[in-house]
Every structure is written in C-alpha cells, then in structure tokens.
C-alpha cells in the first residue's frame, strides 16, 4: 500500500509538534495528551486503514528527522496503544495491522527495533507497539492460520536477550510488563497450537538460556512492586497492578512448571529463583545498609504464593544460617506475617516457626509469637485468607501454651472474630457453595487493601465488622471454611480459656459470645489431648522476660511467671499491697539503721567531719551486707515493684532465697491462741498458748461428704472454727491428771488480733471415693468493709458484721484459685493499699496489672465456677491511714537511698535499650530453675 508523505501525513505532523520544544510536558501531562491523540483519530473520520498507513509512513520517516528526539517513540507507541484498544475487536483491522508490517522478521527489525533500540534506546516504546503487532497477527486471540509461532518466539527471544542482557539497567516495571505479557501470549497460542511444553521450539525451551536471568529481574522488580493504597477508587490504577501483578507471576509460574520432561532442571530453577528472593528479603531487612531504599512489598508474597510446599522444607538451612542476624531473621519474618496469608504463605510460616523450634532459636520465636498475632488474627476477617491464618493463630496459641501473653494480646479480636463467623455461617445455611472456579495464582489489589486496612485502619468491633462485611464479596464461595473454622476456632477458645485459667475479667466477653452461639466447650480429656498434640515441648523450661517499659500503674508492677510461681506472686503482691510491711521494707527498716548509726557516730564528735561520713557510709553497707539474703532480695523486689520502669519485675533473685529460713528480730503480726481442753471425767482444764500467722478455715464435714450446694458466709466458717470440738472415740483425748485417754471439749479462744488478718480456706481434700485431691468450689460470701471481730478479751470470742463491739476490719486484698485441680489451675489477686480508705482495687495476675473495683470479684464464681477466693487479707480499721489517694498513695511513700540507686541504673539501662527499637531486646530467656 502507499503510505502518506510527511508533509500529509496528520501523525508525524502531530509527532513532530508535540516532540519539539516542551515536549516532555507535553507527554507527562497524561489526559491533555490522551484528548490530542482522540481528535487526532478523529481527523482521519475513523478510517483505521488510513490510520495505520500514516503510522507506517511516520516510522519510515522518522530515522531520517535527526532534530527529532527519542519523545518521538514514545509518542507512536501511544498512538498504537490508542488506536489499536479502538479497534482491536474488528478482525479486519487486525488484518490489515498484522500484513502492514509484512510476514518476515526484517520488517519489524528495521522499522522497529533499530531505530527504537539501537538507536534511541526507548526499549520501553519497541515492546509496546510489537506486542500490539503480535496481537493483531494472531487475531486478538482468536486464530490466524498464517501465523508463524515458532519465528515469532525466536524473533521475541532475539529482541528479548538482547535487551535484557545489554539494557538490565533500563529494565523497569513496564518494559518487564510487556515482556511478560508477550511471552504469556505466545505460550498461549502454543497450547491452541497443540505445541507441547517439552518441544525444543517451545517458548520455554527457546527462553531457557535467560529464562532465569528474566525471572530474577521479575522478581527483583515484584518485590518493589509498590502498592498505592490511597487509590483504591481509581479503577485505571487498580487494574493496572493487578495486569502487572498477573502477568508477572504467570510468566514466572510457566518457567518453573511447564518443563514436566526434566524434574531436576526444574526444580533447580525454582530453587534459584526462591533463593534470589530470600537474597532479596534478608539485604532489605539490613536496616544499617544505606543502598536499601526501595522497600519490598507484599507484592512479593505472590512468589510464595506459587511455590511448592514440598520445597519449603530446603528453605530452612537459609533461615538457619548463621549469617544471618537474628534482628534480620525477626524483620523478614515478621513481614511474612503482615503480608495475606493465603493456605500457602501460611505453610512457609509454620514451617519456619517448626524451624526455629529445631534449632532452639527461641528469643526470636518468642518474639514472632507475641509481636505478629494481631496481624494475623484481624487476617481472618478476609475470607481468602480465613483458612491460612486461622491455621497459623491456633498453631501458635496452642504451640505457645506454657505462657498465656501471646493469647492475651489478641483475645479482645476473639469475640469479634466468633460474631462475623457466625453472622455469616447463619445467613449461609440455606445457600448452597459456590466455589471459585479455575486457579487464581496472584493475589490482587483488593485482598491487599482489604488486609491493610485491616492492620492499620480499624480497630473497634463495629468498624472491624462494617468492613469485613463489606469487603468480602460472594461469602457463599467460602460456605465450607467458614462453618468449619468457626468451630475450629470455638474449640480453640474453650481450650485457651481451660489451659490459661484464672482471668475471669479478661475472658468473660469471650465466654458471653460462646454462649450467645450455644457452643459447647469439648470434655477436658479432649481440651488436654489438643494441647498434649500441638505443645512445642522445647519451650516447656524457658521463661521469656519482657522487659518492655511502662506500666499501667506507676506505683504497682506485675511479677514474671517463672514457671508455675503465680501462688507465690500473688502472696507477694498482697503483702507488697500491705502497706506498713512494704513502708518498713522499703525505708522505715534503713532509718533504724541510720538513727543507731547517728547516735554511735555522735558520740566521737572529736573526730573530723570526712571521717565520720566515712565510717557512717561503712556502718550502713556492712549491715545491709549482713541482712539475710531473703530479706535483702525481698526489700529489692519490692523496690522494683515500687520504682522499675518495667510493666513487670522478675523475681528470680527472691525465688532462689526462699529455702534459706531467716529471722529479721521483728515482730510478727499473728495471732494470739489459746487452746482450751477440759476432761469430761475430771473436768480437769488444759490451756496450750500458740500463735499463728493466719486463720486456716476447713469446711464442715457434712457439707464435704453431702456435696452441699448454694453458699456460705465467711463467719459461718470462722465460728464452726472456734465452736467447741468434741474429743471423742477415735480422738479421745491423753488427760495429764487422770493419765489416761478421755472423752473431752477443746475450744480455740483468741487472745490477741493482728493488726492484718490472714485468712486462708482449705477448698482441697482427699475423696476417699476416687482417691484423689478434690477441690470445694463452694462460693463464699465474705464482708468488704465490715468483718467485726471480737477477742476472748472482749468479754466474746465470735465474729459479726453488726455491732460497734470488737474490731473493725476491712479487706484489702484477695487471693483467687482457678481451676478444679490442686495440681492444674492459676492464682492471681484483687488487692488495693492496706492503708487506703478508698476502693482504689486493682487485679494482679502475675504480669498483669489493671485497675478494678468489687462488683469485679465479688461476682466471679457466679460465671466461672472454679475462681473462687483461697486467702483473704483484712486490715483493722483502725490502722488505715488517713491518705485516700487512690492512686499513688503507695508512690507517696518514700524508698531509701541505696534501693532506689539499683532500680534507677536498671531503669536507665532499659531506656538505653528501649531507643535502640530492637524487638529483640525486649525479651530475655532463662531457665525457671537456673
């Protein structure tokens, strides 16, 4: 055909204007530019013919025109783009396209590819416009019987080596994108063609000398793929990303499978290629390497997506490298676990934490386990992703389960998750499934966004839901996971609740949502047995110590669980609430010592004054130097729980003094008793005096051996105490006078009150019937404000609530037991300053500290039957001090010099750490018993 001249030719003439002076501006202002190439089309009254005459024409002329520069090219490439997406759908415009450019390789070489890429070296603007020429001879899809596919792959394979291998540089996102779209058209038409995969003029045969140098420069490229989250209403964006997305991972998906002929050249290939990813993750997770300042993105979670699970298990030696640092280790993991956790993504992250397991690498596990399970929980409110992150949550909560705070960080999400699962598993009973069909292989622009705003947009239930519910279109594809990961995730709950007892507060939101569903909580033997089958049993005898700063309360701190040691913090936290001991521990105790000091050194007044201050300072070290270990550990313990920084002190230093018995020479608030025996036969009476740190209360044998139901008022235990026992049968009783075993009465008679009353119930007994320790989960109701206790001195020997007889006690601090066993269960505490008038209540368990009130413990064996209270500590009302600060009364107490001088180093040794923003640091690892 002829083509127009130049000086008729509306394109060039067009070209030439808008490649001259300002012509970048021209060419960057997009949608000025898109009108200029419409009216140009329109110019030619739609006459594609004359159109595409023009165009040849306009190639032809342009390597002449040297002023011109490489805009030029670019300028035809859109004007092919244009053009082409116009009339792509009338075969005969196809045609027409497809014959202009001749049915030989040298038409395209020299009107193409050497003036664009030899010359002017817009590599970008060639693969354009022959991707279009493909697409037109090939008939958009369609068939054309002359149609050459084997040149054409090794005419694309020449174009292709040569610009991946002399131009890498230049390689970008969008010349990779017409690569791939090329190549994954060719293989295309090779399957119509009936052209096997294992042919030597197959597109992968003829591609595999670059076929992994192209890979790389895919994934290179994928991996900083960025993802523009505030254009989610721009539909032209959108699409875009998941064009390129879908036609990279395609592309490398048919260089890693299609080659069936050769297993070990193709799994050699994955190999490199997941390798070179790897390579691409660790030198990103190098925060010191300046060079890094493209970022990887979920983008390339897709590389995981496609790989094969069998492989993943070669993978690991890469994790175990002991190159590799473990803060490095902790950046790309920790990213595994933002990016959408599809059923295979959440394969690679099992196995890495089985990895880390094997290799004891536990710091770092610990880390991952407690820092990445809200990113992967809120994941569960995409249904694509549902199945692989619920797997991931409940191999972690019930692999992790010596500790409860991975399950704790995330349990306020459970109620949520249980409330959009079952609104969806209700409205889906009487739909029938419908499954997606085909394979999808990448993951798109929406389950990217949806997962974003999941992790850093919506964290109250009603927003959480209002998107869930939004964002997932077509639930009935997913009618199966969703009903079996709901009960999947009931159980999962039941068993955490079980395993973690003893936090009524925290899991009563829980517990109410499991009920409003009518879910049955499974038989404890089959809640054991879960946990027997997912326990990471490397991890049984470690402690990991959280050494984040701050604190819910300043002048109060959790106690580290160091391995079943929660009885012995919540006697700890109750006496450090007891706030004349911790007052006398903290500072009255050295201010003895200082008085005594004082007055010795005074009496030497002869000597100079430097000397005196010496011998002071020596005097003070050597007697804490001779305290006994136990009191100094304790008095430090305490200094912690008044003055650390930390959300929790560790008390491994006091637990390795507890066997050392010691006396401080003070006196012990206790009780005064004294035992009456009287004979019945010579009515002789025996008086033994005894004293005793707390009041131990039984339960009367009747309502042991009957199984007694309902309650019990707290005096009721306490008068069936000191009622009158008969020694009788059995229990006869050894009469000094009459020198032989008589019948007899003993009573107890309180002599003297404590100033702080102990009160322990004995809720455990041996049942002779299974011949084992039983627990009494009889609630018992005792006063808050109004225990009146009266001694034998009184004139009485009883308690009561009314009266203005006796002494006057308050409660100020409650031990909790949860569980049914003596050998399996959880203590912690309800306790507010012994010397505070106000109800300033606040829970200890064991890291945990929140403020609380009454109503809180009071009402808790109404819903969790076996929290029940085990100790309770009062205080004579009398001895309250007037400071009603319900907050920082105890701050208000003074600490002495040499116990706030530990505290503070420490303090300044966690800020340092805490600026260096190392995850890492934030745990320490020991050995409950080393």
């Known amino acids: 055909m002829t083509n127009d001249n130049s000086d008729g030719n509306l394109i060039y003439i067009f070209i030439r204007d808008h490649s001259s002076h300002g012509s970048q501006q021209h060419i960057d202002n997009g949608a000025q530019l898109e009108d200029g190439i419409n009216d140009l089309i329109s110019m030619y009254h739609h006459d594609y013919h004359k159109i595409l005459g023009s165009l040849i024409g306009c190639l032809e002329q342009l390597p002449k025109e040297i002023s011109l520069s490489k805009q030029s090219y670019i300028l035809?490439?859109?004007?092919?783009?244009?053009?082409?997406?116009?009339?792509?759908?009338?075969?005969?415009?196809?045609?027409?396209?497809g014959t202009l450019f001749g049915t030989d390789d040298d038409t395209i070489t020299n009107?193409?590819?050497?003036?664009?890429?030899?010359?002017?070296?817009?590599?970008?603007?060639?693969?354009?416009?022959?991707?279009?020429?493909?697409?037109?001879?090939?008939?958009?899809?369609?068939?054309?019987?002359?149609?050459?596919?084997?040149?054409?792959?090794?005419?694309?394979?020449?174009?292709?080596?040569?610009?991946?291998?002399?131009?890498?540089?230049?390689?970008?996102v969008d010349i990779?994108?017409?690569?791939?779209?090329?190549?994954?058209?060719?293989?295309?038409?090779e399957q119509l063609e009936n052209i096997s995969n294992n042919s030597n003029n197959s597109i992968v045969a003829v591609f595999k000398p670059i076929s992994m140098h192209l890979v790389k420069q895919l994934i290179q490229h994928l991996s900083t793929l960025s993802i523009d989250f505030t254009k989610s209403n721009n539909?032209?964006?959108?699409?875009?990303?998941?064009?390129?997305?879908?036609?990279?991972?395609?592309?490398?998906?048919?260089?890693?499978?299609?080659?069936?002929?050769?297993?070990?050249?193709?799994?050699?290939?994955?190999?490199?290629?997941?390798?070179?990813?790897?390579?691409?993750?660790?030198?990103?997770?190098?925060?010191?390497?300046?060079?890094?300042?493209?970022?990887?993105?979920?983008?390339?979670a897709n590389i995981l997506n496609i790989s094969p699970v069998e492989m993943i298990p070669q993978f690991m030696s890469i994790i175990n490298s002991e190159n590799i640092a473990e803060s490095q280790l902790y950046n790309i993991l920790s990213k595994l676990?933002?990016?959408?956790?599809?059923?295979?993504n959440s394969k690679w992250v099992l196995e890495t934490f089985n990895s880390l397991i094997k290799s004891k690498r536990l710091k770092l596990l610990a880390s991952l386990v407690n820092e990445c399970s809200k990113s992967i929980i809120m994941q569960m409110f995409c249904l694509e992703l549902l199945s692989g992150s619920f797997n991931i949550l409940e191999r972690m909560l019930l692999g992790y389960q010596h500790s409860p705070?991975?399950?704790?960080?995330?349990?306020?999400?459970?109620?949520?998750?249980?409330?959009?699962?079952?609104?969806?598993?209700k409205k889906l009973a009487v739909v029938p499934e419908n499954p997606d069909q085909g394979t999808t292989y990448y993951i798109n622009y929406a389950t990217q966004l949806l997962v974003y705003k999941l992790l850093n947009q919506v964290t109250e239930r009603k927003d959480i839901l209002l998107l869930a519910l939004r964002s997932n279109l077509k639930p009935q594809r997913f009618k199966t996971a969703i009903s079996e990961t709901l009960k999947g995730f009931c159980r999962l709950s039941w068993t955490l609740m079980h395993h973690h007892t003893g936090y009524p507060e925290l899991y009563s939101p829980l517990y109410d949502k499991l009920l409003a569903i009518n879910s049955e909580s499974p038989t404890e033997f089959e809640m054991k047995m879960n946990l027997k089958n997912n326990a990471w049993t490397s991890l049984d005898s470690i402690v990991y110590d959280s050494v984040r700063v701050g604190r819910t309360l300043q002048d109060r701190s959790g106690l580290l669980n160091l391995g079943n040691t929660c009885y012995m913090n919540s006697f700890l936290q109750s006496l450090y609430m007891t706030t004349p001991l911790s007052q006398y521990l903290l500072y009255d105790m050295d201010q003895k010592v200082i008085k005594r000091l004082t007055e010795t050194l005074a009496a030497t007044s002869n000597q100079d004054k430097s000397k005196v201050e010496q011998e002071f300072e020596k005097g003070l070290q050597k007697d804490i130097m001779l305290r006994p270990t136990l009191l100094k550990q304790l008095q430090i313990l305490f200094g912690n729980m008044r003055l650390s920084i930390k959300e929790s002190t560790n008390p491994k230093m006091f637990l390795t003094t507890l066997p050392i018995e010691f006396q401080t020479g003070q006196q012990q608030d206790?009780?005064?008793?004294?035992?009456?025996?009287?004979?019945?036969?010579?009515?002789?009476?025996?008086?033994?005096?005894?004293?005793?740190?707390?009041?131990?209360?039984?339960f009367p044998p009747n309502l042991i051996q009957n199984g007694g139901s309902g309650?019990?008022?707290?005096?009721?235990?306490?008068?069936?105490?000191?009622?009158?026992?008969?020694?009788?049968?059995?229990?006869?009783?050894?009469?000094?006078?009459?020198?032989?075993l008589q019948d007899a009465d003993k009573q107890i008679k309180i002599i003297d009150t404590p100033d702080h009353l102990i009160i322990a119930i004995n809720r455990f007994y041996f049942n002779r019937e299974t011949k084992s320790v039983s627990k009494i989960l009889t609630p018992i109701n005792y006063p808050i404000d109004d225990l009146v206790f009266n001694s034998s001195r009184s004139g009485s020997n009883n308690f009561n609530r009314i009266g203005n007889d006796g002494n006057h006690y308050k409660l100020y601090a409650v031990i909790m037991h949860s569980g049914q066993s003596i050998h399996h269960g959880h203590y912690f505490t309800y306790a507010r300053p012994s010397a505070s008038k106000q109800n300033d209540w606040c829970l200890f368990n064991d890291s945990m500290v929140q403020l609380s009130d009454t109503n809180s413990f009071k009402s808790i064996s109404n819903r969790f039957q076996t929290d029940v209270p085990y100790i309770l500590f009062y205080s004579k009302s009398s001895s309250s001090s007037p400071n009603n600060n319900p907050i920082n009364l105890l701050d208000q107490q003074p600490v002495t010099t040499w116990i706030k001088s530990i505290i503070q180093k420490e303090n300044n040794n966690l800020l340092s750490k805490s600026k260096n923003n190392n995850i890492l640091d934030q745990y320490q690892i020991m050995k409950p018993d080393s």
């Open 711 to 740: 309650s019990l008022e707290l005096e009721t235990l306490i008068k069936s105490y000191l009622d009158t026992e008969e020694m009788v049968g059995d229990n006869k009783y050894h009469c000094d006078k009459c020198q032989s």
């Open 76 to 97: 035809v490439s859109l004007i092919f783009n244009t053009v082409y997406h116009k009339y792509k759908n009338e075969q005969h415009f196809n045609t027409i396209l």
């Open 235 to 300: 539909s032209v964006y959108v699409s875009k990303y998941d064009s390129i997305l879908q036609s990279f991972i395609e592309t490398i998906f048919i260089f890693w499978f299609s080659n069936t002929s050769n297993q070990l050249s193709q799994q050699q290939s994955i190999e490199q290629g997941m390798r070179f990813m790897f390579t691409l993750l660790i030198q990103n997770s190098d925060s010191s390497d300046s060079a890094n300042d493209q970022p990887v993105t979920s983008s390339i």
């Open 337 to 344: 676990t933002l990016w959408p956790l599809t059923n295979v």
């Open 405 to 425: 705070d991975s399950f704790h960080s995330v349990i306020h999400i459970f109620p949520i998750v249980i409330e959009f699962l079952s609104a969806l598993d």
């Open 176 to 189: 990779l994108f017409n690569i791939s779209n090329i190549f994954t058209l060719l293989y295309k038409q």
């Open 670 to 698: 206790s009780f005064e008793f004294e035992q009456h025996t009287t004979c019945r036969k010579c009515l002789n009476l025996s008086i033994k005096k005894e004293t005793f740190l707390e009041l131990s209360l039984s």
């Open 111 to 172: 009107l193409l590819y050497k003036p664009i890429v030899t010359v002017n070296k817009d590599i970008q603007s060639f693969f354009n416009i022959y991707y279009i020429i493909l697409l037109a001879r090939i008939g958009n899809g369609s068939g054309n019987n002359h149609f050459d596919i084997n040149s054409s792959i090794k005419q694309f394979f020449q174009f292709t080596k040569t610009c991946a291998t002399l131009y890498t540089k230049a390689l970008n």
